[in-house]
């Protein structure tokens, strides 16, 4: 802190002159001293800056951890936030985050082999939803399981994961929601003969299910004000599933809004733009999607190559095991075997890749795919990730329903 000026200030007498002469010699030769021996030790001895984030690392909205900011001192050891440049990123499911002890063994061996982010449900494809959320249109729903996260509870768990130095991204299914398309008459699909009817893809006596409109306002408003809450609570990043239409929709009615004028793309596309702007750049959003589809084919139910909804990070589900012994990609047929698994892998995550060079760069996504990580050894599995990154894609999700891996063979 400076010193005070004071003005008309009484002039010393004389014989405290010298004194304070003499101090102040034999001060400016200390400061000499100090001066010469201390650039010698710093020079000798270079401090180290602290780390420094990405420009592009995620974050989320408050700079301060989620709890009690007050515990926070300036003696608190600097936090390097894992950057969702490059995901390197696990499924856990809902069991594991219930159980405290296994989670936080999985999370510690997760981020020492050098993953930086967790997958994980909270809103599943039957419109069940595994958090508490405090939102007016899911009280309304009121699809919560019985052993639903309180929202202290997500808290806790995203501040838990972050601390163990890795990325919560909670997973929720969009349209595909049983549940909400009962409870809530404007954001449904709906039958022809009826509009207070609603809309089944199927006889729900032998499984069919009921939708979310993808035209309905309200359809989107539920969905984004779900993904804000959890982003609120700490979620790095929101993975959006099931943003596709039914597979049929014979008696369905989409309703009459100025919506429904834009094609099945069209309206996706809107709906993620819309999620991205209202999550902001702090919570990019991953849209999870069908591998055929990103491959540009089989595309009825999402209109087009989903790819082209210009996501921040697209993940096509890669499940190899469940594909033909044979696949085509592009103009080439290749045997798809877990002892041809990286070729296998490395050829389709190129074909993703070359199609989104061709768009514009503003709409191209980062590919990050989920690949299998079950009924495969952990070689083979190393092999389909040395696969995705030759075929263009540094990031990846490894999927593996029960949520074991051996992250010491992975690392």
């Known amino acids: 802190m400076g010193m005070k000026l ?10 405290r002159l010298v004194p304070r002469i003499i101090a102040s ?16 030790y710093f020079s000798e001895h270079p401090m180290q800056s602290a780390p420094s984030e990405s420009t592009d690392s995620v974050q989320s909205d408050t700079s301060t951890p989620v ?17 969702l440049d490059t995901v390197r990123a696990f499924y856990l499911p809902f069991s594991v985050l219930k159980n405290a002890s296994t989670l936080n063994t999985t999370l510690a061996a997760a981020a020492d082999a050098g993953f930086n982010s967790v997958v994980f449900e909270l809103k599943d494809s039957g419109g069940n939803l595994l958090f508490r959320s405090e939102t007016a249109r899911a009280v309304q729903v009121g699809s919560f399981t019985g052993d639903a996260l309180t929202m202290n509870e997500v808290k806790t768990l995203f501040s838990a994961i972050r601390e163990a130095g890795l990325l919560p991204i909670p997973r929720l299914y969009a349209f595909m929601d049983n549940a909400a398309a009962k409870a809530l008459p404007d954001a449904r699909i709906s039958h022809q003969s009826d509009g207070t009817w609603v809309w089944y893809d199927a006889n729900p006596a032998k499984g069919g299910k009921a939708w979310l409109n993808p035209y309905a306002d309200e359809a989107h408003t539920y969905i984004i004000e779900l993904a804000k809450e959890l982003r609120d609570a700490g979620a790095a990043a929101i993975m959006l599933d099931g943003v596709q239409f039914p597979s049929q929709t014979s008696s369905a009615s989409f309703g009459n809004s100025a919506n429904t004028s834009m094609q099945r793309d069209e309206i996706l596309t809107a709906f993620v733009n819309k999620a991205t702007a209202l999550l902001g750049a702090d919570c990019p959003v991953l849209l999870s999607c069908t591998a055929d589809s990103a ?7 999402y209109g087009n190559n989903p790819l082209t909804f210009a996501p921040s990070i697209a993940a096509p589900l890669l499940l190899t095991g469940d594909m033909k012994a044979t696949v085509t990609v592009g103009n080439e047929t290749l045997q798809n075997t877990p002892d041809t698994l990286g070729a296998t892998v490395q050829a389709m995550v190129n074909q993703m890749s070359l199609r989104i060079k061709v768009m514009s760069a503003d709409k191209q996504p980062k590919l990050a795919p989920w690949l299998q990580a079950y009924d495969y050894t952990a070689a083979q599995i190393k092999a389909a990730i040395d696969g995705c990154i030759a075929g263009g894609a540094d990031s990846f999700i490894l999927y593996n329903p ?8 992975l690392s």
Do not use: M
């Open 67 to 83: 709890g009690d900011p007050t515990t926070s001192t300036t003696n608190d050891p600097v936090q390097v936030t894992p950057s």
């Open 6 to 15: 004071h003005r008309n200030r009484r002039v010393f007498r004389a014989r």
């Open 402 to 409: 029960n949520g074991q891996y051996d992250f010491a063979a």
């Open 25 to 40: 010699v034999l001060g400016a030769a200390a400061i000499v001293a100090l001066g010469f021996f201390g650039a010698k």
């Open 295 to 301: 491959l540009g084919s089989n595309t009825l139910v």
